[in-house]
């Protein structure tokens, strides 16, 4: 009721303020930023192949009506084909009474065929749109890549709060510019200004959940969930974005997110938090663990990655397909991650995260090798929530418990993911073909996969590892979590006053 009376008397924001220490507001943050990241990650999927095709025939179609259109001065003889016998005749255009120019043979057989199928009239072209569109969705990656190194430290000195909300504002801006560009150079520069908004909201969301759930069950669970919100977002993008450009347009989509990046922006204004000085990123990425981790994560996601640009170019190749299909293609595949990500967000704590991730990289490689999107997909939101909560769990037992820095490694090596896939993907995909390219990945995740077992028992700070133990055989209730300086009551840390209740 306090929540209903809040909405009739208008003070909706007041109560978001009374409840911006709560842990589930947080993660519920967290998750649409999250969503909001990854739907404007794979909207542009089956948008972006199909709209740079149409361009580019759209000005090699204007090219050719200027070169037949400037030949043949005025007093020159133009040829006119008659409908009623298909005979070819000449005419001066001095005395040509027609009200308009004749249309050549050539754009009329050209205009029927587009509009009686949806296949691509030039294969070869369609085949160099590989390379433009892998470089094109690795820009936004490749940006992230570099801008993570220098987030991370940021967010343990100024806190969570500025570069998750710039990130907020970056994404908007990017979005409204994906709207509204009609060039590849602008599209670029759209998914490249999205790199570094991405790279904002998610390491300092991913720290900041870390900070509120210290304990590593309870973390583990949390993790889960935002990262079901990116699995949404890789779930619905693909449809959502082929479907409102089939029948609504390019613009619509983005206008879309647009308004969910402030609507999450402005929701986030309401929560903030205290910084603290962690651990050196160079001394995070000189630890083995982290980087086995980091590694499970990069190729884990590789394989997706490389799909992203090259499946929708060889639908259209090989299946005519038409635009609202190229994104529903994705479909099954998104909603196994997203089922990857959910179950064994939990279930990973039982049976140990290392092995899920050793599991999960040998069926990745696999399921790749097999061509096998729907396993591919959900054993990489097993690999996922098995190695985010790991990542947190590791700087608690090895280093200072401050999470912004291990956050933005872990985004780095989803990044170089994302990065190398379409980039690499796309030239591989155009010399040896689509189905080798899915062999090459597989046997590199295979091969991988034998590292987890490093991250069975790794070694930590001894005063961290006795401090671990108090803590399993504590029924805690009561936490107090020093990042945002608020407790949380429930029965008391020492197990005999227990009795008393």
């Known amino acids: 009721m306090g929540v209903l009376d809040a909405l009739r008397q208008f003070r909706l924001i007041q109560w978001l303020r009374e409840e911006r220490q709560s842990r589930k507001l947080i993660l519920f943050i967290v998750f649409v930023a999250l969503l909001l990241d990854n739907m404007l990650l794979t909207v542009v999927v089956p948008i972006i192949p199909s709209y740079l095709y149409n361009l580019d025939e759209s000005a090699d179609m204007a090219l050719r009506n200027d070169s037949l259109s400037q030949k043949g001065p005025e007093g020159s003889f133009h040829t006119i084909v008659s409908l009623y016998d298909n005979s070819i005749r000449l005419s001066s255009s001095n005395f040509t009474t027609r009200p308009a120019d004749p249309v050549p043979p050539t754009l009329v057989v050209t205009k029927l065929q587009q509009n009686s199928s949806d296949c691509p009239q030039s294969s070869s072209r369609l085949l160099n749109e590989n390379v433009k569109v892998g470089m094109l969705f690795a820009s936004k990656a490749t940006v992230q890549l570099v801008t993570n190194p220098f987030i991370g430290p940021l967010t343990n000195r100024i806190g969570y709060q500025l570069p998750i909300f710039a990130g907020f504002c970056i994404m908007f801006l990017s979005t409204i510019m994906f709207a509204f560009s009609s060039s590849y150079t602008l599209l670029f520069l759209a998914r490249s200004l999205q790199g570094v908004g991405s790279s904002c909201s998610s390491v300092a969301g991913m720290g900041m959940l870390a900070s509120v759930y210290t304990d590593d069950e309870e973390r583990g669970h949390a993790i889960g969930i935002a990262l079901g919100g990116l699995a949404l977002g890789v779930l619905v993008g693909p449809p959502f974005g082929s479907v409102m450009y089939d029948f609504v ?8 997110l647009a308004f969910l990046a402030v609507f999450d922006g402005g929701t986030f204004l309401l929560v903030f938090f205290q910084s603290q000085k962690g651990t050196p990123l160079l001394t995070l990425m000189k630890d083995p663990y982290i980087l086995i981790a980091a590694g499970a994560i990069c190729f884990g996601n590789m394989a997706i990655a490389m799909m992203e640009p090259t499946l929708p170019i060889w639908m259209m190749e090989t299946m005519c397909t038409r635009k609202w299909q190229l994104g529903i293609a994705f479909l099954p595949a998104s909603i196994s991650y997203l089922i990857g990500t959910n179950i064994f967000g939990t ?3 039982k049976m140990g995260r290392w092995l899920c991730a050793l599991i999960g990289m040998v069926l990745v490689g696999f399921s790749v090798i097999c061509s096998d999107s729907h396993v591919m997909s959900c054993v990489a939101g097993m690999v996922d929530s098995s190695m985010m909560p790991i990542m947190g769990y590791l700087v608690d037992l090895r280093h200072i418990s401050v999470y912004g820095s291990v956050y933005a490694i872990a985004d780095v ?21 689509f189905p080798w390219l899915m062999t090459i990945i597989g046997i590199v995740d295979i091969f991988f996969a034998p590292l987890c077992i490093f991250l069975r028992n790794p070694p930590g700070q001894e005063e961290k590892i006795v401090s671990f133990i108090g803590l399993n055989n504590c029924s805690m209730k009561t936490r107090s979590y020093s990042a945002q300086g608020t407790y949380y009551q429930g029965e008391s840390m020492d197990p005999e006053y227990d009795d008393y209740d």
């Open 249 to 256: 347009g390019k613009t619509a989509p983005f206008l879309i």
């Open 347 to 349: 279930l990973a704590h």
């Open 413 to 433: 090596a989803f990044c170089m993911g994302f990065a190398l896939g379409p980039s690499i993907g796309g030239s591989i995909a155009e010399n040896i073909g």
